[in-house]
């Protein structure tokens, strides 16, 4: 009897993992016509690094949660890397995709895209309001040279 019971638990758990990872793959694919290049046209425009650039393409839970000071002084460090130039590497967290099952949609990415300054890593997570990609959370940092 616990074997049988212990057999149906891992069928299911087996279908689940099965059914998220078909379900995150049609996700990677249908984004990847529409929020990969957002993530570029995002990057082109805010690498000019003036805070009223970044502030628009800010999903306003993002804004709420970084002070005007904190928002200076990440603006200050990222000027050091120039101007967006490509991307490099774009990955589709399936992760991200999972969880977004409950709750608000969010898209997130990792990779490395060149600046100005040479090979930067990024992550980004998106959110889709009216057809259009704001940022929820964003990072660069410096690759190790």
Request: avoid cysteine; proline fraction near 1%; hydrophobic fraction near 45%.
């Amino acid at each position: 009897m616990q074997i049988q019971t212990l057999r149906i638990i891992i069928a299911i758990l087996l279908t689940l993992v099965i059914m998220l990872y078909f379900y995150t793959n049609r996700e990677k694919d249908y984004y990847s016509k529409s929020a990969e290049p957002a993530v570029a046209q995002i990057l082109t425009e805010i690498s000019s690094w003036e805070k009223q650039a970044l502030l628009i393409h800010l999903a306003p839970e993002a804004k709420q949660t970084v002070s005007d000071e904190q928002l200076d002084q990440l603006m200050n460090f990222y000027r050091s890397f120039g101007r967006f130039r490509s991307i490099q590497e774009l990955n589709f967290s399936r992760t991200v995709s999972a969880f977004s099952l409950v709750g608000e949609k969010r898209l997130n990415y990792s990779g490395a895209a060149n600046f100005d300054a040479g090979l930067i890593n990024l992550n980004i997570t998106l959110i889709e309001r009216g057809g259009y990609f704001l940022i929820y959370n964003f990072t660069l940092a410096k690759g190790k040279e």
